[in-house]
């Protein structure tokens, strides 16, 4: 019996130490230790020995058993540190790698035009407004002292949805809803920027752009004047496109306007000496503005014995254009991130 209980010892031992794995080590010790294991069914037959013979074998089977044990548990230990280590192998990061390369987004030039636009008005104590993109003939014509069959509509090729609806060709139609949905008839001075639509298609235009609106309308006795407006858009050029902007005023039509300018800036690229691009003038037309037409002050609700005031539109397009220097128009639309990454650093933001 004794040697029985060696032999079993000794292949125990063996089997230990040849163990690779942890799982392989935990089915070994269900084999040398559970309840089917060779020492318990020793255990099971000690009855059948001699009564003397049962503590010496019990107490043999026992130390065994614990010794077994014990020899599992330091496999463990040195499986587990292993296992350890061959995670930790696995997982280094090798700080001397190349990265991979995280391509950075860049705001598109219209929208830096776009805020910065924002951010002069509000430096101003304008608000900025919006309106939908889908107007009513109402909106974008009429309530502009454009009535149906007016002529001034031809100058604008508009999409027409129904008879009633179109994609707005200005954002004018601002002007009238701001008006309309101040009840109090409390002055205005805002902005709209947004996009517009118009049925042309060629280098310098696109059937879709942008443009900015702004109105001011206050009490006749604040004598919100011409002087204003010139004040304020050679505050808004000289700010967007340098110090040594210079202004120039036409005289124009506009039905919404009364007195109308067209106003003309230094060209940006030879500074009003003359060249190519402001053919040889020395100017670029860019806005248009003028005085609140009464009628239109009167349509939209603010009686024209008590208010007046002044408005502006422009393209920003035309606008992003000229301050970056880019020479056509569909690269605006065309999303070619070689173009757009251009103006990462050209801002301080
Ligand atoms: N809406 C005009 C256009 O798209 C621009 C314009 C002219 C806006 C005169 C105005 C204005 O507010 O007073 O051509």
Redesign the pocket.
């Given at each position: 019996m004794k040697e029985k209980i060696e032999e079993i010892r000794k292949s125990a031992k063996e089997k230990i130490d040849k163990i690779q794995n942890l799982q392989e080590l935990q089915d070994l010790k269900v084999k040398l230790l559970g309840k089917k294991s060779e020492l318990s069914e020793l255990l099971k037959g000690l009855g059948e020995l001699a009564k003397e013979e049962r503590p010496k074998i019990g107490s043999l089977v026992n130390e065994t058993r614990q010794e077994i044990e014990q020899k599992i548990l330091e496999a463990e230990d040195v499986l587990k540190e292993k296992a350890m280590n061959q995670k930790l192998e696995k997982e280094k990061i090798d700080i001397t790698a190349p990265s991979t390369k995280m391509r950075r987004g860049s705001k598109h030039p219209l929208n830096r035009v776009i805020e910065e636009i924002q951010d002069i008005f509000v430096s101003m104590g304008y608000d900025v407004v919006d309106g939908p993109e889908l107007e009513t003939d109402e909106f974008c014509f009429e309530r502009l002292n454009l009535p149906k069959g007016h002529p001034a509509r031809d100058m604008?090729d508009s999409f027409y949805i129904t008879d009633e609806y179109l994609l707005r060709?200005?954002?004018?139609s601002v002007?009238a809803r701001t008006m309309l949905a101040n009840k109090e008839k409390t002055p205005i001075r805002m902005i709209c920027t947004g996009k517009?639509y118009r049925r042309e298609d060629d280098a310098t235009h696109s059937h879709q752009f942008n443009?900015v609106?702004?109105?001011v309308v206050d009490y006749k006795d604040k004598n919100t004047s011409l002087a204003d407006l010139k004040g304020t858009l050679e505050i808004f050029m000289k700010r967007m496109l340098g110090p040594n902007t210079e202004l120039r005023f036409r005289p124009s039509y506009?039905p919404?306007?009364e007195p109308?300018y067209e106003v003309d800036v230094t060209c940006f690229k030879c500074g009003g000496k003359g060249c190519p691009l402001c053919k040889k003038t020395g100017w670029i037309e860019l806005l248009?503005?003028?005085m609140v037409h009464p009628k239109v002050l009167e349509m939209n609700g603010y009686d024209p014995e008590k208010y007046s005031g002044f408005?502006?539109?422009?393209g920003i397009d035309r606008l992003a254009m000229f301050k970056y220097g880019i020479t056509d128009m569909r690269y605006l639309y065309t999303n070619d991130v070689r173009f757009l990454s251009q103006f990462d650093r050209q801002d301080k933001d």
């Open positions: 604008q060709t200005q954002t004018s002007q517009t443009q609106e702004g109105l506009f919404f306007t109308s248009g503005s003028g408005a502006f539109g422009t």
